[in-house]
């Protein structure tokens, strides 16, 4: 599109929109792999490596004892001397991880040694065996092995493990930054709307769902339904994404279609061929910045979520496409004739039960979903084996 088209009348429907398959795999091929980053252990949980955590020493990286007791060198009993290397017949104090000096062979723990004229004698059970009590270097690892796979999601025991193999750093894939922009002089952000405005379902919701696939917003502003309104909120972000709400109809309120010809984006995605869902759209910016638009209505706009942002987001995190499913319907799956509709499910016995709270601006059936069915526009009667988009924040 280019900004001559700008306020030009169209049909909409003159391209036909590609089904929820295609629409998916131009969403995820769209977008460029952000490169990785090297942040600090301390601000790694939860993030994904983009290399393998190698250890740079063996693990532990010095022979340790594993009890408070004596390093002992040779047969006992032995004498006790305060020397850093005990020789033949000679034993030294140490306690639990320390290091066990050259010449000791074994550690006697506290609990088998008495102390009698100045020797050490040994009242355990039989006599400790070489190395008894002792963490050998190397033991849990060697320098070189490879500790943490690539693309681990990192917890705080990963973080323990890379520490102590001597890394201060990881390197991990980039979090993509998004800007929400929000649409609807009709909305109401708080309390009880009166008629004819509506609660603000988006502002709590978009950005726990963007946690959930692991991307990071980074600012959310109201936009007033004014095409310049639209414009400068769209010219004014430099995040990896935009996701915008509303505006993508053909009402008179509806201006985000004209802003994007106006500022000569590229509709990679234009329509989705599905129910509820089906104005979703992709759009590129010339600068290269992506913006995911979503429907208004509550449900279509988190169908659009998962068909568009969510693949953008993965792509620009260095993930493959996400993932579809199959399951079994447990009864006859609802839908417009001849469309492809796009229904919640809750698992019943191993088999989907569709929603009944299905409707473009219902999110009751989306709140108890196990996943989305993805039904054909020839129907689905029970037993049905359908497709399946899971959601990524279950």
Same mark, same amino acid.
């Given at each position: 599109?280019?900004?001559?088209?700008?306020?030009?009348?169209?049909?909409?429907? @003159?391209? &036909?929109?590609?089904?929820?398959?295609?629409?998916?795999?131009? =969403? $995820?091929?769209? %977008?460029?792999?952000?490169?990785?980053?090297?942040? %600090?252990?301390?601000?790694?949980?939860?993030?994904?490596?983009?290399? @393998?955590? #190698?250890?740079?020493?063996?693990?532990?990286?010095? %022979?340790?004892? =594993?009890?408070?007791?004596?390093?002992?060198?040779?047969?006992?009993?032995?004498?006790?001397?305060?020397?850093?290397?005990?020789?033949?017949?000679?034993?030294?104090?140490?306690?639990?991880?320390?290091?066990?000096?050259?010449?000791?062979?074994?550690?006697?723990?506290?609990?088998?040694?008495? #102390?009698?004229?100045?020797?050490?004698?040994?009242?355990?059970?039989?006599?400790?065996? &070489?190395?008894?009590?002792?963490?050998?270097?190397?033991?849990?690892? $060697?320098?070189?092995?490879?500790?943490?796979?690539?693309?681990?999601?990192?917890?705080? #025991?990963?973080?323990?493990?890379?520490?102590?193999?001597?890394?201060?750093?990881?390197?991990?894939?980039?979090?993509?930054?998004?800007?929400?922009?929000?649409?609807?002089?009709?909305?109401?952000?708080?309390?009880?709307?009166?008629?004819?405005?509506?609660?603000?379902?988006?502002?709590?919701?978009?950005?726990?769902?963007?946690?959930?696939?692991?991307?990071? #917003?980074?600012?959310? $502003?109201?936009?007033?339904?004014?095409?310049?309104?639209?414009?400068?909120?769209?010219?004014?972000?430099?995040?990896?994404?935009?996701?915008?709400?509303?505006?993508?109809?053909?009402?008179?309120?509806?201006?985000?279609?004209?802003?994007?010809?106006?500022?000569?984006?590229?509709?990679?995605?234009?329509?989705?061929?599905?129910?509820?869902?089906?104005?979703?759209?992709?759009?590129?910016?010339?600068?290269?910045?992506?913006?995911?638009?979503?429907?208004?209505?509550?449900? =279509?706009?988190?169908?659009?979520?998962?068909?568009?942002?969510?693949?953008?987001?993965?792509?620009?995190?260095?993930?493959?496409?996400?993932?579809?499913?199959?399951?079994?319907?447990?009864?006859?799956?609802?839908?417009?004739?001849?469309?492809?509709?796009?229904?919640?499910?809750?698992?019943?016995?191993?088999?989907?039960?569709?929603?009944?709270?299905?409707? %473009?601006?219902?999110?009751?059936?989306? =709140?108890?979903?196990?996943?989305?069915?993805?039904?054909?526009?020839?129907?689905?009667?029970?037993?049905?084996?359908?497709?399946?988009?899971?959601?990524?924040?279950?």
């Amino acid at each position: 599109m280019t900004a001559g088209h700008a306020g030009r009348p169209r049909d909409r429907h @003159a391209t &036909p929109a590609p089904d929820w398959r295609t629409a998916r795999t131009r =969403a $995820h091929a769209a %977008a460029p792999a952000l490169p990785p980053e090297t942040v %600090a252990l301390f601000g790694a949980t939860g993030r994904r490596l983009a290399s @393998a955590v #190698v250890a740079l020493d063996d693990v532990p990286h010095y %022979a340790s004892s =594993a009890m408070d007791g004596w390093a002992v060198a040779g047969a006992g009993p032995w004498r006790l001397t305060d020397g850093v290397a005990p020789g033949p017949g000679e034993a030294v104090p140490i306690v639990t991880g320390a290091h066990v000096p050259d010449g000791a062979d074994r550690v006697l723990r506290s609990e088998d040694g008495r #102390v009698h004229d100045g020797e050490l004698v040994d009242d355990g059970p039989p006599p400790p065996r &070489p190395l008894h009590h002792v963490r050998p270097a190397g033991e849990e690892a $060697h320098a070189g092995d490879e500790l943490i796979a690539l693309g681990t999601v990192l917890t705080p #025991v990963h973080l323990a493990v890379a520490a102590g193999a001597g890394r201060d750093d990881v390197r991990v894939h980039a979090v993509p930054r998004v800007a929400l922009l929000l649409t609807g002089d009709e909305v109401v952000e708080t309390g009880r709307p009166p008629a004819g405005r509506v609660r603000d379902s988006f502002g709590p919701m978009l950005p726990a769902a963007l946690r959930s696939v692991g991307a990071r #917003v980074v600012s959310s $502003h109201r936009v007033p339904d004014r095409r310049e309104r639209m414009r400068t909120a769209l010219a004014a972000t430099d995040a990896d994404l935009v996701l915008t709400t509303g505006g993508t109809g053909d009402s008179d309120v509806d201006h985000l279609r004209a802003t994007l010809e106006e500022l000569g984006a590229e509709l990679v995605v234009d329509g989705v061929d599905v129910r509820p869902g089906r104005p979703s759209m992709l759009a590129r910016l010339p600068d290269g910045r992506l913006v995911a638009a979503l429907p208004g209505n509550p449900l =279509a706009a988190m169908m659009g979520f998962l068909l568009l942002a969510y693949p953008v987001l993965a792509a620009l995190a260095g993930d493959g496409l996400p993932p579809t499913t199959s399951v079994s319907a447990a009864r006859e799956v609802p839908g417009p004739e001849g469309r492809t509709a796009l229904v919640p499910y809750r698992l019943v016995d191993g088999l989907a039960e569709p929603s009944r709270w299905r409707g %473009a601006g219902m999110l009751r059936g989306l =709140a108890d979903a196990d996943g989305v069915l993805v039904r054909p526009g020839d129907g689905a009667p029970a037993g049905r084996t359908l497709d399946a988009l899971p959601l990524p924040w279950r």
